[in-house]
């Protein structure tokens, strides 16, 4: 809404005390039905008309004024809406106006009447305490000195709370099984991988699994946690929620984690609610990236989004994708491992973590045992792992030494590709000083 600096004085209603000034509501005078308590129903309206009693009449021209406002306001172009919006606001007062207007523009009613009031970030509705985010704040050096708490984790190291952050990974990686795990953990307040956790409500918004098979897990990875009791974890399956082509659907889900108090939410998978777009656009990804920070800034809510890893398993998509993020978790698992490694792709507020963990299947049930700290290593082609065992045999060797003992079996190129690439992840070393025209001489390096 705009029209936000009239300067009028407040207007006080029995509903809610809310500021002219602040919503502009002097401009739109024009707007207020001239109802009369005689008129005729509205079209659709079978009631008949009220007894002349005066109690009667005044509930009557109550029920007139308030159905009008709502008529008028779904017939008027999106310019006119936000004038009538605020005079509906003005004579019905907050709770009934929400019923006329759009979720966009009862937010910025709620921070109208917040900025009047001065009462903090909060305003109660019908439904839930929402928080109002405004568009943006000017902070001189007295905020900037301000003590401020600490960052409050709802995952130690990994998720805090107003936080985006990804997790991604190739398929067969685990990383589903994973965040469900990590949804049951914070569910029920438990430790996760030996990190600790803040206990709160999660919603898990899943556009592959499926109610049924995302059920089974869930049952599984609670009894994997020897959990028998009910939890407080709720999910919305197949939605098709697309925050590239449909806006409303921000304020859906934002709607949703206020009213439900959601702590923690789980999104599988980005893909999905950006359907239509493409990853590595940045005009495809921007606005996505746009919406999901603000439904975790403005709810407060750790939000994490499953992603596909490429086929070398780093994530897929716009160089842009790690910009809107407080973290990025690159999962890994070989098919047929119960292994699983974290490590830590993007960190903003804390330091590069790098773990793993046992992944464990067993009568029903699901659950990750830690599995400290991960040593990577380095998975070599079969001419690389032939080139560094010949070395590792016979010394220090020219490389025409090598190429004559691999006979047919390997191309030149193939192994001065395997030698520059053993040399690059220090495997192998040049032991000779070089120069132009001198065959080079490669051995082990000395530890």
Known sequence: MSDLNNTNGPVQHPDQSYSRDLIGLNNCSDYTPKLKIDQEPLQGDAETKSSDNGSDKEKRRKELEERAYKQAYEDLSDAEKPGVAKVILETLGINKACEALSDAEQLVVYKAIQEAQGKGSEKKTEDADLEIMPRYIVRDWSYVK???EPIKYLIDELVEEASLNIWVGKWGSKKTWAALSAAVCVATGKEWLDRKTIQGNVLIIDEESGDRRL???LMAAAAGELITEDLPIEFISLASFNLLKNSQDQD???KEIV???ISLVIIDALVDIMAGGDENAVKDTQPVFVALRRIAKTTNVGVVVIHHANRVGDYRGSSAIPGSLE??????SKEGSDFISFKSLKMRDSEPVKFGARAVWADGQFYLTAAGDITEKT?????Q??????????????F???????????TENTLRKSIQYLVNNKSLARLDNGGRRTEAVYGIPKK
């Open 146 to 148: 301000q003590k401020r």
């Open 215 to 217: 059920s089974d897990r």
């Open 252 to 254: 859906m889900i934002t």
């Open 259 to 261: 009213n439900r108090k």
């Open 327 to 332: 973290t990025m978790i690159q999962i890994d």
């Open 379 to 383: 998975i070599l082609t079969k001419s």
């Open 385 to 398: 792992q032939f080139t560094l065992d010949y070395f590792t045999e016979n010394g220090s060797a020219k």
């Open 400 to 410: 025409t030494d090598l190429l004559d003992f691999a006979g047919d079996l390997y």
